[in-house]
């Protein structure tokens, strides 16, 4: 049990500390309600990466925020974008009419936004913005820009805060490299 502990710690290094991600994320809820007024927003909270930060974002952004939840996988398991956008889980609800923000956990080649916006903007929402915990911008291979970003980060693999590896890591309370 203890080797098993000890082995997972050295494949882990803190990039950026619990601290740092809550104080960010306040300044991002603020931003984004001073920028919508008080207009009422649907965070659109993309599954399962984001949902940590999602849960955070929403109660920093306060007044009238609706959560819908979309589930999304691009990778099968391993450390490489698949480039395959696979819906796991529809909205619930129409977001025709409404100002949407697609809550990311990290955008990285920007295939999974580039499918999403494309999905997204044909139900006709009012309005269609982007927010992302993390940016990997050396790793595009789509032109892709979130309107508000947390961290832009050097392109390694992290995992914590909602991101995993094979399913693990999501509950670390901060954003670490994970070497495999
Ligand atoms: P993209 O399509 O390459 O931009 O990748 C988007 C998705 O891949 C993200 O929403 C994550 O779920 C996953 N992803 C990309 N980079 C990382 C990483 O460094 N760690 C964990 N997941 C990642």
Redesign the pocket.
């Known amino acids: 049990m203890i080797g098993t502990a000890q082995t997972n710690q050295n494949r882990l290094r803190v990039l950026i500390p619990e601290e740092k991600l809550r104080a960010r994320i306040d300044e991002l809820g603020a931003q984004i309600r001073r920028d919508f007024g008080d207009k009422p927003v649907t965070c659109v909270c ?1 599954l399962k ?2 949902f940590i930060f999602a849960a955070d974002l929403v109660r920093a952004i306060g007044g009238e925020v609706k959560c819908e939840f979309l589930g ?1 996988s ?2 099968q398991g391993g ?1 490489q ?1 698949s480039g395959v ?1 696979k819906i796991t889980k529809d909205l619930s609800k129409p977001i025709e009419g409404q100002h949407v923000i697609i809550v ?10 580039h499918y999403l916006l494309e999905m997204l903007s044909v139900r006709k929402p009012k309005s269609l913005s982007v927010c992302t915990l993390l940016d ?1 911008p050396a ?1 595009r ?1 789509v032109d ?1 820009a979130a309107d508000y970003v947390g961290f832009a980060i050097p392109d ?4 914590g805060f909602g ?3 094979a399913e693990l890591y999501r509950n670390l309370p901060y954003v670490a490299v ?1 070497t495999p």
């Open positions: 993309v990466g984001s999304v691009s990778y450390t974008s956008v990311e956990d990290i955008i990285d080649t920007g295939l999974t936004l990997k790793n291979e892709m390694e693999f992290v995992v991101l995993d590896f994970y």
